[in-house]
């Protein structure tokens, strides 16, 4: 399964999803090999914290585009990939597009990044192999923890809404847990297995399997 996490909006926590969806599956013993082909190199940059400070499970990651259509071609490959990848490299946005067989669209809750997810769709359709049948999915991330907060809803009852991408049935919040055990090199539910934001997030991944 080669999965692509993307949205054409910054900010979005597209790298914090791929970073702990990589972790999640360098447990299970296919493995997992990840690519950031985002020039920012937020996914090398926490792997190498990772490898740095000798937790394990490790993976690689790749920046190299042709290695990932070398992966894709290869029909024996039993390990799963996953690309974080931005706009800041349209070219190689798109070609993951049409290389994937998942998409998933990591949505904050708030109309521009409403308006923005239905451009990426766009970029998406255009994008897609016509042959092969991508699944693109949606979820709202970085949720408001307060109850009173409508913004959260409103942006999961638009995402229902919109064309050509299925809304998952989950949200991560916006916890301080994912920015500190991004900085430590950890998946959240490697740092507070017990935590809430470990359990949003072992929800997602199982969601995934």
């Known amino acids: 399964m080669l999965t692509v996490v993307g949205n054409l909006k910054g900010g979005t926590g597209k790298s914090t999803v ?6 999640w599956l360098a447990y299970d013993k296919a493995g997992v090999m990840a690519f950031d082909l985002d020039p920012q190199c937020t ?6 914290v990772r490898v740095e400070d000798g937790f394990e499970p490790t993976f690689k990651v790749s920046t190299k585009l042709d290695e ?10 039993k390990q ?19 290389l994937a067989d998942r998409i998933l669209i990591p949505v904050q809750p708030s109309q ?8 990426f769709l766009k970029i998406v359709n255009g994008a897609m192999d016509a042959n092969k049948k991508t699944e693109v999915l ?14 959260t809803d409103e942006a999961e009852q638009a995402l229902q809404m919109l064309q ?4 998952m049935d989950i949200r991560l919040y916006q916890r301080t847990a994912y920015r500190r055990s991004f900085s430590e090199g950890l998946g959240v539910f490697e740092l507070d297995p017990m935590g ?8 997602l991944a199982t969601m995934l399997d």
């Open 18 to 23: 791929a970073f702990n969806l990589a972790v």
């Open 43 to 48: 996914l090398v940059d926490v792997c190498e």
């Open 68 to 77: 990932l259509e070398q992966l894709a071609a290869d029909e024996k490959r």
């Open 80 to 98: 799963p990939i996953i690309v974080d990848m931005s706009a800041s490299n349209m070219p190689a946005m798109e070609r993951a597009i049409q």
């Open 112 to 119: 521009a990044d409403i308006w923005s997810t239905q451009r």
């Open 138 to 151: 949606g979820f709202i991330n970085r949720a408001d923890t307060h109850i009173g907060v409508r913004e």
């Open 164 to 167: 050509g991408i299925k809304a």
């Open 196 to 203: 809430k934001a470990s359990k949003e997030m072992k929800k």
